[in-house]
């Protein structure tokens, strides 16, 4: 509808030109009609005037006088001039300034002598409007002759223009007058109300009332059957919030209720008493791009986005990230801070800047090139450069100053730092500020200990982390690889029965805190016709496999893709019926294996396209494209088997959230033993990604499984997601943090 809006007021304004065309076109042609009757008139007045001189001369005067005559008519106003004519039709005398092509043209006079009568005629000169006038001259009642007054009837065009010159502007002022009378009325009778009704209804929303706004627009009394409605809804809302407040109140220690949004509300309120929470991690949960003069908003892909914020926007507080959109800056303050998310505001986001020295170093360099496959063992060199590590602690300083700017003064705040991005930020705020209390969350696997001993600068990274009062990781074999490692490389106190690490006293708890999503039931949701919804992505197989990734070589696409191609190879008669969707968006660009594995997916799967093309069938479409939410829970309703084959994996929530997706508990989640979230649902076909048979098996299996027992698997599973969801491991984890001192 937004976009009728412009239509509508086009075809308005077209109407209204239309109305003063046809208005103007009619009034043209009256006044047209006016001014050549008037010029007749005139002409016709002023030839018989001049009969009077020019008849006597014609017959008893010499040619040379009769010129002598009409010389003096030429150019009078707009009197071009005289010619006079024989009985013949030739040509006696013309003014001097008469183009004898205009006195040639003689069938105007011959026409009056031949009718004996006066006549006259508009014709087109050169881009001129002439009116000729003819009248025969007589003697003893015969024709003898004629004469032709030439006028100028070019005025006649130039008051045409102006009239449609002025009806233009006229109109034009008639028009936006009107629209501003329109818009005015609207802004006031129709708007300014319905403005006031749409706050009032976010507010309600958002639980802030929303009476104030809706008393503005009582006195209208157009929408007073409208606003009465609301305020009933209103008061609903209000109960029924209290009702829900209440009983997420009742159930905050039974561990066998589900944890809700609602809940962890209430579980903050009651564990922090006012306690300020702080998260910190690198990728920003909602970015600002400008697109074709258009600011267009969006969450990016990834794992901790996906956990985290439904957490802040049920607990509050500030996430303080990295600024990457190209209208981060615009869309912010002047501290780089604003509310979101943008269409229901729930916490602060604080943007980082960084240069692209900094980028290159930090994110690009020292983290993804370096920490990222060291910890995931993806057969990946690590690459140490000294000149990344000293813009990964350049950075890690500069979220910590930020950060310290923040707390200065609050007392004992609450720091949530995410991944690897921030190995040393711990370390840092702790040194300033003892008092607050710090989780570090580590988000993808830690290695063994001799693994992390390659990395030049491991004692740093650990002294860094071990500033923080708790660890996360998302196994409890990470927790026993941490352990390890820093009993090898560091001088410190280690009770493996608590788990902790005690070093220059300070005391750190390392703790498995498996990460989830926020498992909710949408059984209001439209239903899809799948068959029209899979033809929109050239999907028209019988069959639909799926794969969620950002386009990661920890993520095993390319063993993916192999899995496919032994599939069809082994089950030849799935071909043309089974279509794999891979959904892989570009990241980390700057990384060049990142570059190199995106260009080594795509030139296999147009390999395997090529080696089983039919028709206008391919067995594996490559979508590089953003996908939002929404998109890709209609994705996950409808794929047959959702492919998860990480080579190594800290959690993977796709797996997760393809679960969650799945209300009518149909769908097989082939899923790579290798993940963490292997150890959590239990009703997935487990697979070593490095082997295409068993790829090839369990895609063969999940196709011919029964409906009962997908969905007997997929209860188990979506059991273990809804009873333990990122609201249960987000109060853990807050509980656990806040209850070391």
């Known amino acids: 509808m937004r976009h009728k809006q412009p239509l509508f007021f086009l075809i308005g304004i077209g109407i209204a030109i239309s109305v003063m065309v046809v208005f103007t076109f009619f009034q043209t042609i009256r006044e047209r009609e006016v001014l050549v009757d008037d010029l007749k008139y005139r002409t016709g007045l002023l030839a018989d005037s001049l009969k009077e001189s020019v008849e006597p001369t014609y017959i008893g005067s010499s040619t040379s006088t009769l010129q002598k005559l009409v010389d003096k008519f030429t150019n009078r106003e707009r009197l071009v001039g005289l010619a006079v004519y024989d009985n013949k039709g030739s040509l006696i005398a013309r003014s001097v300034d008469l183009s004898s092509e205009i006195v040639n043209k003689s069938e105007t006079v011959s026409a009056a002598m031949d009718s004996d009568s006066s006549i006259g005629n508009m014709i087109r000169f050169k881009g001129q409007s002439l009116y000729i006038f003819a009248q025969p001259l ?77 008393q503005k627009v009582k006195g209208f009394t157009f929408f007073r059957p409208l606003v009465n409605e609301i305020s009933k809804i209103t008061t609903s809302l209000f109960e029924a919030r209290r009702s829900a407040s209440e009983e997420a109140r009742m159930r905050l220690e039974k561990l066998d209720t589900p944890w809700t949004a609602e809940r962890l509300k209430e579980f903050i309120k009651a564990h922090l008493r006012g306690q300020k929470i702080f998260l910190v991690s690198n990728r920003e949960p909602y970015v600002h791009n400008k697109v074709k003069n258009e600011i267009e908003w969006s969450m990016p892909a990834g794992g901790i986005v996906t956990a985290l914020d439904p957490v802040m926007r049920a607990c509050g507080g500030m996430w303080i990230a ?93 720091v949530l730092i995410q991944d690897y991005h921030f190995a040393l930020l711990s370390r840092m705020i702790k040194t300033k500020r003892p008092d607050a209390e710090i989780c570090l969350f580590w988000h993808i696997p830690w290695p063994n200990a001799e693994n992390f001993s390659i990395c030049p600068w491991r004692k740093e990274i650990l002294d860094g982390m071990l500033g923080a009062d708790l660890i996360g990781f998302h196994t409890q074999q990470y927790c026993n690889n941490f352990l390890d490692t820093v009993g090898k490389e560091m001088e410190s106190l280690i009770n493996v029965e608590q788990f902790s690490i005690s070093r220059d006293n300070h005391l750190s708890y390392i703790k498995p805190f498996p990460i989830s999503i926020a498992f909710t039931s949408n059984d209001n949701a439209p239903a899809i016709d799948r068959k029209s919804f899979l033809e929109k992505i050239n999907i028209k197989t019988k069959y639909f496999g799926l794969g969620v990734d950002r386009l990661d070589y920890a993520k095993g696409i390319l063993e993916r893709f192999k899995g496919v191609e032994f599939f069809l190879d082994n089950y030849p008669d799935y071909k043309k019926k089974f279509t794999f969707l891979q959904v892989a968006p570009l990241t980390r660009e700057g990384v060049a294996k990142y570059r190199e594995y995106a260009e080594n997916v795509k030139k296999e799967a147009e390999r395997i396209n090529k080696k089983f093309k039919a028709d206008d069938w391919h067995p594996i479409i490559l979508d590089t494209r953003y996908h939002n939410h929404e998109e890709l829970q209609s994705l996950y309703k409808l794929a047959n088997v959702c492919l998860v084959t990480s080579l190594h994996d800290g959690m993977n929530l796709v797996a997760k959230e393809f679960v969650a997706a799945r209300q009518d508990e149909e769908g097989v989640l082939i899923l790579s033993q290798f993940t963490g979230a292997a150890r959590d649902l239990k009703g997935a076909i487990l697979i070593n990604p490095y082997s295409a048979e068993e790829t090839s098996k369990a895609i063969h299996d999940a196709l011919v499984m029964p409906s009962y027992q997908q969905q007997q698997r997929m209860k188990t599973m979506r059991g273990a997601v809804k009873n333990y969801n990122v609201y249960r491991w987000s109060a853990e984890l807050i509980k656990a943090v806040t209850g070391l001192g």
């Open 138 to 214: 007589h003697y003893q009642d015969r024709v003898v002759g004629a004469f032709s007054v030439v006028q100028n009837a070019g005025y006649i065009n130039d008051a045409i223009g102006k009239i449609w010159k002025n009806n233009f502007f006229r109109s034009l002022a008639q028009i936006l007058l009107f629209f501003i009378v329109i818009v005015a009325f609207i802004w006031w009778l129709v708007y300014k109300p319905l403005k006031n009704i749409v706050e009032s209804v976010k507010s309600v929303r958002v639980g802030a009332g929303g009476d104030q706004s809706l």
């Open 322 to 414: 990295h600024g990457s959109g190209n209208f981060d800056k615009e869309t912010a303050d002047e501290k780089g801070k604003l509310s979101v998310p943008p269409d229901d505001p729930k916490y602060t986001l604080k943007r980082i800047w960084l240069s692209e020295d900094e980028i290159k170093g930090h994110y690009v360099g020292f983290s993804n090139e370096a920490l990222w496959p060291l910890c995931l063992m993806t057969h990946v060199r690590p690459i140490f450069s000294k000149e990344n590590w000293e813009r990964y602690k350049e950075v890690n300083q500069k979220f910590a100053d930020s950060l310290l700017d923040e707390i200065k003064d609050i007392e004992r705040p609450l």
